[in-house]
């Protein structure tokens, strides 16, 4: 099958990508499970914008280089926050309600940002309703159409530029090649590499997976952000109690009921994420305990069942009324800053593929994202790829796959806990080692008829790899990547670099 654009993942930045794209061309967004699974659904706190009258795109740029500590790309934060106040526009327009009071917006406010800045919709349900309404403008475009349990595995590729992908339907479990003037991969992050993930089971790291195999440059991907506050029940997925909860003023208590992160860091609740889940994994140790308390009770009932209705009904659903009691929590790994290296427009290393959304790495982030800048960037850098992509000529409709058929032995739980355990929170050479020899010596088979699990594990394992190389090659603790054999940071701020068939590098970006 032919279209003159592919989009691979339908969050907020494939489905922004695909709405430009559709201006000028047939569009196909394939998704590999149903529509609505993707991290964009489940976002809760909102999305970061400088638009409150004590606000100003200068405080959202520092904000966003503070937390990305020395690795955020100057021009990248600019066209986030700058070109941030037209996407919500437009996601207004198109029929986004974010929450309002006396015909203003609510301000949230969010750790390590100096104002209230973070828009919200149905209280703590901001994802689901930017989907919904990006959804309903792509149905609206004849051009535009979806595909859903649809998994890109691979490639195409002639004369060294990309000329499509493969796509495994899983409903008539045979592959289908899609040729297309250039490809997009929106594929979202990478959460479930981890034992702990807020993340949905779509988020395998397929894009990062996909295009190290034809080449691509993969960088930063050692720099994981774990969210403090997962909601810990054994045996439950990790369901996310929102950084929001802190901003409106839950507190953070020890098994044994006392507040601790004063003790940490000035800015307590409300600091950095990665202090924060470095804070509470020591005071568990302190402690003997499995986890930590969140404590919203003090705040009227009415109050937190309106502003967090999801959060609560959740909660209660686990036996949990979070207007009588203290949640459980746990660190969970969240949201992975690295990814495929892009230019501002979304290029790749790799002619004809294009990224945005959490698999890219822009440097927009840098070494640890501020909270709620990442829906602003689907927006922002998928309207930016859309645009780009526009300008890549007709292409025969040829191109064909090569690499790995190869899939690994390790199961995905078994992947799921050495990254948990090696290149977790707090790192060191000798944990991370463990990781690298236990996925090289784990062995590959070739499978006759792999399916989505098959093909995710090789993702997996593949990001695996370039994550745990990269953590052991940055002998430093920087935002998001934490190494207790040394913990200082250089004084050279260098990112991570590798392709395929190349050593994991650390270097300099040229100013763009
Ligand atoms: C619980 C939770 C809460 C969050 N809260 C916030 C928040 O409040 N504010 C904020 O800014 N950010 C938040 N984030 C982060 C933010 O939601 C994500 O970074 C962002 O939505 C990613 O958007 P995306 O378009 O890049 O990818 P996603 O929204 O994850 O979409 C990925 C898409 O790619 C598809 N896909 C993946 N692999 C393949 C494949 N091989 N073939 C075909 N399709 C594929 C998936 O099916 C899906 O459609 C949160 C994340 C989580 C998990």
Redesign the pocket.
Known sequence: MSVDFLV???????MRAAITLAEQGTVLV????AIE????E??????AVALSDDDNFSLHVQDTLMAGDGLCSGPAVEALVKEGPARIDELLRWGTNFDMENGHFVMGREGAHSRSRVLHAGGDS??REIARALYEKSSSLKNLSFQSF???TDLLMEDGRVTGAVAYDQKTKSRVHVHARAVLL????A?QLFLNT???T??TG??IGIAYRVGAEVSDAEFIQFHPTALFIPGRPRF?L?EALRGEGAILRNVNGDRFMHRYHAMEELAPRDVVSRSIIAEMAATQATHVLLDLSHKDAAWIRQRFPTIYETCFKFGIDLTKQAAPVHPAA??IMGGVRTNLLGQTSVPGLYAA???ACTGVHGANRLA?????E?VVFGARAGEAMLGEAAKPATGRTFGDEQFPLLERERLQQLAWEGCGIARNAAGIERVLKAIDHGGRHNIASPGRRDYERRNLATVLRLVAKAALKREESRGGHYRTDFPAKLDEPLHSSVRRGQATKLISWPVS
């Open positions: 691979v993942g339908a969050g907020v930045a494939g394939v998704a590999k499970d699974e993707s991290s964009t489940y976002a809760q706190g909102g999305i901001t994802g649809a998994a890109v929106a594929t979202g992050g959460g807020t993340n949905p779509v988020a397929d894009g996310l929102s969240h949201y959304g959490e698999v709620s800048n990442s829906l602003l689907g």
